[in-house]
C-alpha cells in the first residue's frame, strides 16, 4: 500500500511556471507506475501525465505535451509536474496517483492523493 501526498498548487498568472510535488510513503513506491490528473469544477478528472516505474517513460495529455514534464525520484519516493506556460484553462485540483498499469484510464489507479489547487489567472 503506498500514500500520496500532493504540494505546490498556488495562484500563478498566465504564462508563469509551477512545480508541483507528491511525496509517497512505502516501500514499494518503485513498483508503481505514476500518474498525474487534474479536476475542473463541475468536470471529469482527467489524465495529465503518466510515468513508467523506473522512469524510462512518460506519455503525456495533449494538452500538456511541450509545456508540462513529469518526473520521478525513486530514492526519495518522491514524483513532479513542471508545468510551464500555464493557461487559465489549466485551473483545476491535481492529483497524483499509483497503479500497477502505465495508463491514462483513472480506474487503472488504485491510490489517490487528496489534490492540490492550482489556480492560473488571466
Known amino acids: 500500500q503506498v500514500q500520496l501526498v500532493e504540494s505546490g498548487g498556488e495562484l500563478v498568472q498566465a504564462g508563469g511556471s509551477l512545480t508541483l510535488s507528491c511525496a509517497a510513503s512505502?516501500?514499494?513506491?518503485?513498483?508503481?507506475?505514476m500518474g498525474w490528473f487534474r479536476q475542473a469544477p463541475g468536470k471529469e478528472r482527467d489524465f495529465v501525465a503518466v510515468?513508467?516505474?523506473?522512469?524510462?517513460?512518460?506519455s503525456y495529455a495533449d494538452s500538456a505535451k511541450g509545456r508540462f514534464t513529469i518526473s520521478r525520484d525513486n530514492a526519495k519516493n518522491m514524483v513532479y509536474l513542471q508545468m510551464n506556460s500555464l493557461k487559465p484553462e489549466d485551473t483545476a485540483v491535481y492529483y497524483c496517483?499509483?497503479?500497477?498499469?502505465?495508463?491514462?484510464?483513472?480506474?487503472?489507479?488504485?491510490?489517490w492523493g487528496q489534490g492540490t489547487q492550482v489556480t492560473v489567472s488571466s
Open positions: 510515468i513508467s516505474k523506473g522512469g524510462s517513460s512518460t
Open positions: 512505502g516501500r514499494t513506491f518503485g513498483t508503481y507506475n
Open positions: 496517483a499509483a497503479g500497477p498499469s502505465y495508463s491514462s484510464k483513472v480506474v487503472s489507479y488504485n491510490y
